[in-house]
Nanobody, 124 residues
């Protein structure tokens, strides 16, 4: 069982930046594909970004490409999402997720472990 914990959320003005972190205390994230998803208020959960383990490949949702960067640190057993130039439409609960896959995937059905989520609010 992989328990994921997100941190780094909060409130920021439009144009600002935040960095989300995801850790798995007591459990390695090695060999797992990792992803970030988000659920805006009143909307369905959506894909944000994903990163592989065996390959450095990353994938991004078109709405965040060029503004968000997903990365991982195997030594710290952590996943990150650097979010720059934030917009009010980025307001959502952000979830970290892990998938026992070989290649990065945007399909949330393939993720078997999820964090509790963390709120990000961007004011205009």
């Amino acid at each position: 069982q992989v328990q994921l914990e997100e941190s780094g959320g909060g409130m920021v003005e439009a144009g600002g930046s935040l960095r989300l972190s995801c850790t798995a205390p007591g459990r390695t994230l090695r060999s797992l594909v990792m992803g970030w998803f988000r659920q805006p208020p009143g909307a369905e959960r959506e894909f944000v970004a994903t990163i592989g383990w065996f390959t450095p490949d990353t994938k991004y949702a078109p709405s965040v490409k060029g503004r968000f960067t997903i990365s991982r640190d195997s030594d710290k057993n952590a996943l990150y999402l650097q979010m720059n130039n934030l917009k009010p439409e980025d307001t959502a609960v952000y979830y970290c997720a892990a998938a026992p896959k070989t290649y990065p995937t945007m399909n949330d059905d393939e993720y078997t472990h999820w964090g509790q989520g963390i709120e990000v609010t961007v004011s205009s």
